[in-house]
């Protein structure tokens, strides 16, 4: 892993799970890791119940935008957290892989993304436990 960790999160259509995760790491863990999300078949906008969730917990992804995934952005990534999208993530050597099954927001109401919010900070939390740790003084 370089110097500073960098994950990627990937779901199908980059607009609940995969950006729910980015936007915690990125809240959670500052400068500490670099973070990137995309899709392998992105939708137009982000979700507007993922939205208004994470808006409750003070964050704010209203200009996220859904991004295709690339090869590149693999490649340039240490670990790769795929979210229900099968397949579609290309493997590389080297790289860490895990898939974390969530329930897909899609379609749902913001009381129904709540649960999924919060496991996915649960997990962001014991990602950053282990790749990216503040450093004590």
Not at 69 to 92: K, N, R, W, Y
Not at 108 to 127: M, N, T, W, Y
């Amino acid at each position: 892993m370089s110097e500073k960790p960098s994950v990627l999160f990937v779901c199908v259509h980059n607009a609940g799970r995969s950006q729910m995760a980015a936007a915690w790491l990125t809240h959670l863990a500052g400068d500490r890791v670099e973070v990137r999300s995309a899709g392998s078949a992105p939708a137009d906008t982000v979700n507007p119940a993922v939205v208004e969730a994470m808006r409750e917990v003070g964050i704010d992804i209203a200009a996220q935008t859904p991004k295709i995934l690339t090869v590149e952005a693999v490649q340039a990534s240490d670990v790769c957290i795929t979210m229900g999208c099968g397949d579609a993530c290309p493997v590389f050597p080297g790289k860490r892989y895990l898939d974390w099954k969530l329930e897909d927001p899609a379609g749902q109401g913001v009381d129904a993304v709540r649960p999924i919010r919060d496991e996915i900070k649960s997990r962001i939390e014991g990602l950053i436990a282990e790749i990216a740790p503040e450093e004590t003084k």
